[in-house]
T-cell receptor, first 111, second 114 residues
Framework: GQQLNQSPQSMFIQEGEDVSMNCTSS?????WLWYKQDPGEGPVLLIA?????ELTSNGRLTAQFGITRKDSFLNISASIPSDVGIYFC???????????FGDGTTLTVKP | NAGVTQTPKFRVLKTGQSMTLLCAQD?????MYWYRQDPGMGLRLIHY???????AKGEVPDGYNVSRLKKQNFLLGLESAAPSQTSVYFC?????????????FGPGTRLTVL
């Protein structure tokens, strides 16, 4: 199946620091999605990107859809303890909503 | 409005046993999905449905069957459970065909096969 390479696998940062994570693929996607998953829960959508080159913000979160349509990044500015969790990227090729997920970035924020 | 609910939350099976996981959504969504999540990995699509009475295979369909007899319910069946099916199973639903429609996930079912 298709693979999404998500990095880094984990991050340990101090409260207030900025965070950056990214996803790359060998093939193109028409939609890039970023999710956050808290322990024992399902993923929750943070940001959705629909056009190559698109840059979208949601509060302290900013994500971009790469020009080649094969990559995306997510930035979190001024991290806070509640940002702790696992962040997943996901790509979709068709409008059927079938998502291919990366393996996640586990974020730990030290107060 | 409960969103997406999954039953049961936890289950332990012995190899060879069968079981059915139930997903229900009260948002009148057309599309529903079953994913599995293994430790340290992202979600992988097992089967999905684009409407009542329809089902289609995802990335990892082997060993699973699904049914969508009612629009609000999507059932995932394991006919003969294997230890490799130990995982957390997530159901999701989506309003319709537009790229802009968000998938909403349930809280998951943690299945252990001994």
């Amino acid at each position: 199946g298709q693979q999404l390479n998500q990095s880094p696998q984990s991050m340990f940062i101090q409260e207030g620091e900025d965070v950056s994570m990214n996803c790359t693929s060998s093939s193109i996607f028409n939609t890039w999605l970023w999710y956050k998953q808290d322990p024992g829960e399902g993923p929750v959508l943070l940001i959705a990107l629909y056009k190559a080159g698109e840059l979208t913000s949601n509060g302290r979160l900013t994500a971009q859809f790469g020009i080649t349509r094969k990559d995306s990044f997510l930035n979190i500015s001024a991290s806070i303890p509640s940002d702790v969790g696992i962040y997943f990227c996901a790509g979709q090729r068709t409008n059927a909503g079938k998502s291919t997920f990366g393996d996640g970035t586990t974020l730990t924020v030290k107060p | 409005n409960a969103g997406v609910t999954q039953t049961p939350k936890f289950r332990v099976l012995k190899t060879g046993q069968s079981m059915t996981l139930l997903c229900a959504q009260d948002m009148n969504h057309e599309y529903m999905y079953w994913y599995r999540q293994d430790p340290g990995m992202g979600l992988r699509l097992i089967h999905y449905s684009v409407g009542e009475g329809t089902t289609a295979k995802g990335e990892v369909p082997d060993g699973y069957n699904v049914s969508r007899l009612k629009k609000q319910n999507f059932l995932l069946g394991l006919e003969s459970a294997a230890p490799s099916q130990t995982s957390v199973y997530f159901c999701a639903s989506r309003e319709g065909v537009s790229f802009h429609n968000e998938q909403f996930f349930g809280p998951g079912t943690r299945l252990t096969v001994l």
